[in-house]
């Protein structure tokens, strides 16, 4: 079966996410994916989701386009179809919703905790998926612990019958046991090659609980990439940071991969609340993490050795790669990933 790849961008200004979201598309990438925050640490550009991707609907033309992910703490899942729906009415049918249950660091500081979020994650997803096909003479009414609504509906577009499929950022046994019940696809954030059967398995066990089968999801792996020249590309010993510290925002595969070291619970992405010390924590405590571990999760080497990697994470299950370019990406990136990895891979 051919294998789907997403482009993951990067913060950055909006010039920047424009010309590589054409270049991905040009590129050969079936996705483009646009993360959604209030909030970071670091300096970088953080702008709202649904905005960026709306500009992008009209930059590109074939690509799918959405979030990783809109968190269900933050917008009412009525205000979230409405977005959804636009931004398919606009891309002419391009959209994908990613919907997760949400982080401190975008929380807290609106006042907003995250109570029942796995509640709150499974009635949203029954609201969404209801809204986005509910009409004016088969309106969606809807009455859970958290949500409800009373014969409504969105007239957005007549034209266009097919709805933005929903994708999970589940991280937990249970939000993946949810994604397996009533979502479209999954998008884990860190993982291995070793523990991503494992949560597959997870995904597996919400799809019996809605009759389903795993086949009917869409399963990405997140993959962060670089390309290198040879062992000793001096660009290897730069991305070594950056790894660390997606694990430590997740935390639980950085367990999973050996660290026995105890994590500070302010650095946790679940718990992080942006203040002047994170940063610098976070770095302080990446630059412990030695590189065995950290290019675990990620595809580091010449295409042979990364086609080799998404080649067993394909066996396991996957059949979507997020890609995020590690370092400084140039249009020469771009090219080698499509005639030498994905070019190859979809062709033997």
């Known amino acids: 079966m051919k294998s789907k790849f997403g482009y993951s961008i990067s913060w950055s200004s909006f010039e920047e996410i424009t010309s590589k979201a054409i270049l991905a598309e040009k590129s050969g990438f079936d996705s483009i994916w646009y993360h959604d925050h209030l909030m970071i640490p670091g300096d970088a550009p953080v702008l709202e989701s649904f905005s960026v991707l709306t500009a992008l609907a009209t930059k590109t033309n074939r690509c799918a386009i959405g979030q990783s ?7 009412h899942p009525a205000t979230i179809a409405h977005s959804a729906l636009t931004l398919n009415h606009i891309s002419k049918g391009r959209t994908f919703l990613g919907l997760g249950t949400g982080e401190a660091m975008n929380l807290t500081p609106l006042g907003l905790d995250m109570a029942k979020p796995l509640k709150r994650l499974r009635e949203s997803l029954q609201f969404v998926k209801g809204l986005f096909t509910a009409t004016k003479n088969s309106p969606f009414s809807f009455s859970g612990d958290i949500f409800s609504a009373k014969n409504l509906f969105l ?21 993946r046991e949810i994604t397996g019940e009533f979502a479209d696809g999954w998008v884990p954030y860190v993982h291995s090659l070793s523990n991503y059967g494992r949560f597959v398995e997870d995904i597996v066990n919400g799809t019996k609980k809605s009759k389903r089968k795993i086949s009917d999801l869409d399963l990405v792996a997140n993959v962060p990439v670089l390309i290198t020249n040879d062992e000793n590309d001096v660009r290897r010993k730069k991305i070594g ?22 994590i500070p619970k302010e650095i946790l992405q679940s718990q992080m609340v942006i203040n002047e010390s994170v940063s610098k924590t976070l770095e ?43 370092g400084q990406v140039s249009n020469e990136d771009f090219k080698k990933f499509n005639s030498e990895i994905m070019h190859v891979m979809n062709n033997t």
């Open 69 to 75: 992910v809109v968190d269900t703490s933050r917008r």
């Open 155 to 175: 007239n957005v577009d007549d034209k266009i019958t097919s709805v933005p499929p929903i994708y999970v950022g589940a991280s937990g046994p249970k939000t």
């Open 241 to 262: 940071r950056s790894l660390s510290i997606r694990l430590l925002l997740e935390g639980n595969t950085l367990k999973d991969l050996g660290w026995k070291q105890e």
């Open 284 to 326: 302080q405590e990446a630059d412990k993490i030695p590189s065995e571990i950290t290019e675990q999760i990620a595809a580091i080497g010449r295409p042979a050795q990364i086609i080799e990697i998404l080649e067993k994470y394909k066996k396991i299950g996957a059949n979507h790669f997020l890609i995020k370019f590690l």
